[in-house]
């Protein structure tokens, strides 16, 4: 079930390096902003980047990606960066159904039939619901922290108190003191978390900055909220997405050959050795524990996390 | 405004925890052990509540009333109590609305945890006791008790001390952010707001309260059995109710008790301390990080001295007993 991936060890770009340029794309209800890399014609790579991160948490993978031959795509999610919502009206929802749809829209809007799906935190979400929702359209998954489509029926069932202590986030978010201290302190925030995520990783402020600027994006606390809020039964969802959502509350497997990997620093998931989530996956699943990586593990290991999504693509 | 605890006293403190305590030092008693409890309790019906409470001391001396927080219980004042029952105080150590022995004596009324309740928890427990003045000091819910009540009740009170200076909640700024470090020390708070955060408490209390004391305390280093001794008083039928309570009205997110309604509505004026007052910090206090008094002097109005306390945390009558007993005899003295 578990193996121990070898730990990272090759020098990372620069922190003025920048994913660019982006390109922009009408997929479903959003304007999706992208980077793209690799020949056109190569199997198509998904990297979903979470919260609150942007796609530069793939700066050291899509190169490496690319240079195998992979074509690569890295959106970023609704809410982030220079992606926007098409109409004023839609709900600003940051809910799992969404931001899954939303990696299927842009596969759609872009012709890509079939692709690997990676990511991590909300991106690894995305990439579970697309995974075990569209089976078809997925060649393989790579995810960090596992099986993540939220069992929003349990959620008021506690954790032990230092995993919730953990989760304090989600419980300020509640407040509308807590959407006030995110609009007012969303760059403070941001590195709170990321400290208390990847307590090994030492980001420099221009590593910082460059992904912090995606969250001033008009749409952020809109999203972070409300993604919190449905996450505990708070918030209604978009309609739109209810029946996806509606598939998702039986938290269905995940068919498609998958690698999950768990930073050994990871502040926020802590590592497992992958067994609770086993049965989940009913296709071949390996599970990696990396070394010192944190909860942001593509940018923290990218040569772990590039050669898990390589082997998928290969096999 | 400010001065610092005297170096006479640091030294002392100092020279007692290097195990050589000096001859007025074994006097007043040097830390009690785990197993000491403040018994026996005695218990009067006092208000909505049946409060039960320790006393130490002559019954003809001036009183002093100790309060304790959350979550902590009486235990907090196991080396305070007996200094100042030493020194001829009348002590009164109750256990607050949720804690311990104390019980609602209706089971229809509101398992409020307000502000406005436990301050008047406390006045009529000396209407109970036929108590007319006493030295009122506490820290954290036990702070904020003595606050409510020094401030709304002046004339029942000659003095008071506080951890962490003027604790009356300011309820219409709950919605505005704190800085995110601040935030995060909150998580408690922000947590018992959603039912999950009910149902962690009362399954995981002890686990909670031990969190708690850690991130609040770094620098105690407290025992099990010190822990255990005071968990306990958590074991209280009210004690999830109340905890809840407390925290969702904090936020404007629970509606009061009526019966407070008056005494809330004055409090909302965030009323001045018109009595002679103490106010100290400890500078290893992890959620209310110290500070110099300034930015609560204007809600003192008569003589105010703020101290910070070297090595002491959140539950700071406990770990720096010597300066809290000190802060309350130069009151009683006055």
Same mark, same amino acid.
Request: proline share 7%; hydrophobic share 45%; net charge neutral.
């Given at each position: ?235 209604d969802g978009d309609p739109q997405y209810a029946e996806i959502q509606h598939r998702l509350a039986a938290l269905p497997p995940i068919t498609v050959p998958t690698i999950t990997l768990d930073g050994a620093g990871d502040g926020v998931a802590p590592a497992t050795d992958g067994t609770a989530s ?38 | 405004?400010? +001065? ?236 999830? +109710? ?93």
């Amino acid at each position: 079930m578990s193996e121990k991936a070898a730990t990272a060890s090759t020098p990372r770009t620069q922190s003025s390096k920048r994913l660019e340029p982006l390109r922009q794309v009408d997929a479903g209800v959003l304007s999706i902003a992208y980077y793209e890399a690799g020949p056109a014609d190569g199997p198509a790579v998904m990297l979903m980047h979470g919260f609150p991160y942007d796609i530069h948490s793939y700066v050291d993978v899509a190169p490496q990606l690319a240079a195998q031959g992979c074509r690569v795509i890295v959106p970023y999610l609704r809410g982030y960066g220079p992606t926007r919502f098409r109409d004023s009206a839609t709900p600003r929802s940051g809910e799992q159904a969404a931001v899954g749809a939303d990696m299927m829209a842009l596969m759609d809007a872009i012709g890509i039939k079939r692709a690997v799906f990676a990511g991590y935190d909300w991106g690894g979400r995305a990439a579970c619901v697309g995974a075990a929702l569209w089976p078809e359209r997925c060649i393989g998954l790579v995810c960090v922290n596992s099986y993540l489509i939220q069992d929003i029926a349990k959620a008021m069932t506690p954790q032990r108190p230092e995993r919730e202590l953990a989760l304090w986030y989600q419980y300020y978010f509640q407040l509308e003191r807590g959407r006030a201290g995110l609009a007012a302190n969303r760059r403070e925030i941001a590195r709170i978390l990321w400290t208390q995520w990847s307590p090994n990783w030492a980001f420099d402020d221009a590593c910082f900055e460059r992904t912090a600027v995606a969250h001033d994006n008009p749409d952020y606390v809109d999203v972070v909220i409300h993604s919190y809020r449905h996450r505990f039964g708070l918030a209604d969802g978009d309609p739109q997405y209810a029946e996806i959502q509606h598939r998702l509350a039986a938290l269905p497997p995940i068919t498609v050959p998958t690698i999950t990997l768990d930073g050994a620093g990871d502040g926020v998931a802590p590592a497992t050795d992958g067994t609770a989530s086993a049965s989940k996956f009913t296709g071949r699943r390996v599970h990696r524990v990396v070394p010192r990586a944190g909860h942001n593990l593509p940018q923290e290991a990218p040569e772990v996390f590039a050669a898990a999504v390589m082997e998928l693509v290969k096999a | 405004m400010s +001065d610092s605890v005297d170096r006479g006293r640091r030294l002392l403190l100092g020279a007692a925890l290097s195990g050589i305590a000096s001859r007025a030092f074994a006097q007043a008693g040097a830390p009690a052990p785990p197993s000491r409890r403040m018994e026996p309790l005695k218990h009067v019906d006092a208000g909505v509540l049946n409060i039960a409470y320790y006393e130490a001391g002559p019954a003809d001396g001036p009183v002093a009333i100790l309060l304790h927080g959350f979550p902590y219980d009486i235990h907090t004042y196991v080396d305070v109590a007996p200094r100042l029952s030493a020194q001829g105080c009348r002590v009164i150590v109750p256990y607050l609305r949720g804690f311990g022995a104390t019980r609602f004596r209706d089971p229809a009324t509101l398992r409020s945890g307000e502000q406005a309740a436990i301050g008047a928890d406390v006045i009529a427990l000396m209407d109970a006791l036929g108590i007319q003045h006493a030295a009122l000091a506490g820290h954290n819910w036990g702070g904020r008790a003595a606050c409510v009540a020094a401030a709304l009740w002046p004339e029942r009170c000659r003095g008071m001390v506080t951890v962490n200076s003027y604790l009356i909640q300011n309820l219409s700024r709950a919605m505005v952010p704190l800085s995110p470090k601040y935030e995060v020390a909150l998580w408690y708070e922000y947590y018992f707001q959603l039912d999950r955060g009910r149902a962690g408490l009362a399954a995981n209390r002890r686990e909670i309260a031990r969190l708690l004391w850690k991130q609040w305390s770094p620098a105690w280093d407290f025992d099990d059995a010190t822990f255990d001794r005071t968990a306990a008083a958590h074991d209280n039928p009210d004690y999830v +109710d109340v905890v809840i309570h407390s925290y969702r009205h904090r936020f404007g997110l629970a509606a009061g008790d009526p019966h407070y309604a008056d005494v809330q509505r004055r409090l909302a004026s965030l009323p001045p301390i018109s009595v002679p007052s103490v106010t100290l910090d400890g500078d290893k206090d992890g959620v209310l990080p110290a500070g110099d008094g300034s930015a609560s002097a204007s809600k003192f109005t008569s003589r105010r001295i703020h101290r910070v306390v070297p090595g002491a945390g959140h539950n700071l009558p406990q770990e720096a007993p010597e300066a809290f007993a000190a802060a309350v005899m130069e009151l009683i003295r006055a």
